[in-house]
């Protein structure tokens, strides 16, 4: 439900474009990592990959499961909540762990976070937090990098400005674009694979970015 709901508004709110590298389907039990630089790139990212034909499970902030309705939904629907700096952290991989070996796709955000910034340009991915490349490690499941640019001319800025945002999208319908990139080879090492996969996301985003540009 979450992404035939995504898929219904995401066309609503912006006119979106989806390209991918020559590699072949999204395999399942692949991790899928994305730049997040808006509160409303979730549901861009998630609509662009159910046009790809991929429904994925999505590690999500653990504050999103106490909005009504939404919530439970997530929770239906098999979501990872993400409880950052508590000493539950650490379920949300083992959650995702489970998920890649039951053949689904997992859908995380490597930054852990939106960049603090008013305006709505774009900007290249903040560093990464460890999770992605320790999951990868963990399970040996393939990464593929995701891209996306153009969500922060939906919902960007302060509280205000971003409902502000929302509110004005269906009548301004800003381009967003996204781009799957290749897999990529995680090194063993985390630090070396942090790298790696920021990198390959940065790539995507550059792609993701240039189509805007066209």
């Given amino acids: 439900m979450i992404s035939h709901i995504a898929a219904t508004l995401a066309p609503v709110f912006g006119r ?14 692949t991790i899928l990592v994305a730049n997040h630089t808006s509160l409303a790139d979730p549901v861009v990212v998630v609509a662009a990959l159910r046009r790809l034909g ?22 239906r629907e098999g979501h990872i909540p993400v409880r950052r700096g508590t000493a539950r952290a650490a379920e949300a991989l083992d959650a995702a762990a489970e998920a890649l070996a039951a053949g689904r796709c997992v859908l ?19 560093p ?21 640019a153009g969500a922060r001319r939906i919902s ?9 945002g929302v509110l004005t999208a269906p009548a301004r319908r800003p381009r ?18 942090t790298a790696v996969a920021h990198g390959a996301v940065t790539s995507a985003w550059r792609t993701a ?5 066209a």
């Fill in 16 to 29: 979106m474009t989806v390209t991918a590298d020559a590699a072949g389907p999204i395999v399942g039990g």
């Fill in 54 to 75: 991929v429904d994925p499970v999505v590690m999500a902030a653990a504050g999103l499961w106490r909005v009504p309705v939404l919530g439970g939904a997530l929770a």
């Fill in 108 to 126: 995380m955000y490597g930054e852990g976070g939106i960049p603090v910034r008013r305006d709505s340009g774009e900007a290249a991915p903040l």
């Fill in 128 to 148: 990464f937090r460890s999770g992605l490349a320790r999951l990868a490690r963990t399970t040996g499941a393939p990464v593929r990098p995701i891209g996306q």
């Fill in 156 to 164: 960007s800025g302060t509280a205000a400005k971003q409902i502000a």
């Fill in 176 to 193: 967003v674009h996204v781009h799957v990139g290749a897999a990529v080879s995680l090194p063993e090492h985390v630090a070396d694979a």
């Fill in 209 to 213: 970015v240039t189509s805007l540009a």
